[in-house]
Every structure is written in structure tokens, then in C-alpha cells.
């Protein structure tokens, strides 16, 4: 008798391994938005050997439900032509903070850019992080806090959220 219950018990063991081992290889890949999602991870100022600041390096996370994300350099066709507002998909805004509040500022060079296409396939969710080099600071001020606010949009014209950086002090 004590040999029909080791055969019973280890058979529904058997039978919950596989049951959790299917639902282990049957499990789908992530679904996001098709609407570009981005969050803030990190802001990195290059030391210089001057003690002063010019670059800094900004990482953001991205999520993406069908993988549009990026263009090619020979993505120029209208409307990522030169002359459109999409020829970049990387669209950031300079703020220095002045007497308490942030003020946007027009630098003389545009710090937004075009990011690489991240992925050919079509209809993929892809996710991870993006690092982009960015100017902080402006020769023309005094001001030693800034902050970014920036947004990528997709190949499909989607914008994602603006997403706002914290305050960055600057060695002038």
C-alpha cells in the first residue's frame, strides 16, 4: 500500500513540475505602450583639468512597445528631413536656474539629437537605457544651477513624457 502512495505523490509532483515548467516556457515577452515611455536614471559631469564643467553625460531609461525607436542616418525622407522638427527624435531644453527659478535658455548649439535606430525588427518591445552627452555650461552666465528637461519621440511620431533632470551645479 505504502508503494501505490510513493507512486501517487511522486506522479503529482511530477505533474505540478511540468505544469510550472510549461508555464515557465510559455511565458510572453513584455508589452509596453507603443508610446515611448522614459525615465530619468542619472546625470554624470566629466571631470576636466581645468576644474571647470563643459560636458555631462545623461542616461535614461526607455521602454518601447513596438521598437520604433531611432533613425538610421539614412532616415531622411520627410518627415526626418533636415528641415523638419523630426530630423532629431531627441528633444532636450536648457534651464538655468536664476534668482530662485528656473529660466529656459536658447544655447547657441541645439542640444537635441538624433538617437540610433535601436532595433530592425518589426513590432519588437524593447527596453534599456540611452546615454547622451550634453553642454552645461553656458560662457554666457554667472548661473551655476541648471537643470534639463527632455523627450524622445518614435518613428511613428509619438511623443514620449517630458521627463525633468534634478538641479546640476556647474564649476564655472
Known sequence: ??????IRRWSFISLVAMALLLMYSCRREPQ???????SFVS?????????KDNLGRLTFH????????????????PP????????????????????????????PLSQNARIPRLSDLESE????????????????????????????????LNHSDTVITPEIIVNK
Open 1 to 6: 500500500m505504502n508503494f501505490f502512495k510513493a
Open 32 to 38: 509596453f505602450s507603443k508610446v515611448p515611455y522614459i
Open 43 to 51: 546625470f554624470e559631469k566629466y571631470e576636466q583639468e581645468n576644474g
Open 62 to 77: 526607455f521602454q518601447d512597445g513596438d521598437g520604433d525607436i531611432g533613425l538610421n542616418v539614412t532616415d531622411v525622407q
Open 80 to 107: 526626418f528631413d533636415s528641415t523638419s522638427v523630426y530630423h532629431h527624435n531627441f528633444f532636450c531644453n536648457y534651464y538655468e536656474k536664476q534668482n530662485g527659478e528656473f529660466v529656459k535658455i536658447d544655447l
Open 125 to 156: 518591445s524593447i527596453e534599456g537605457e540611452i546615454s547622451l552627452d550634453l553642454n552645461i555650461n553656458n560662457p554666457f552666465s554667472p548661473y551655476d544651477t541648471i537643470r534639463f528637461d527632455f523627450y524622445i519621440v518614435d518613428r511613428a
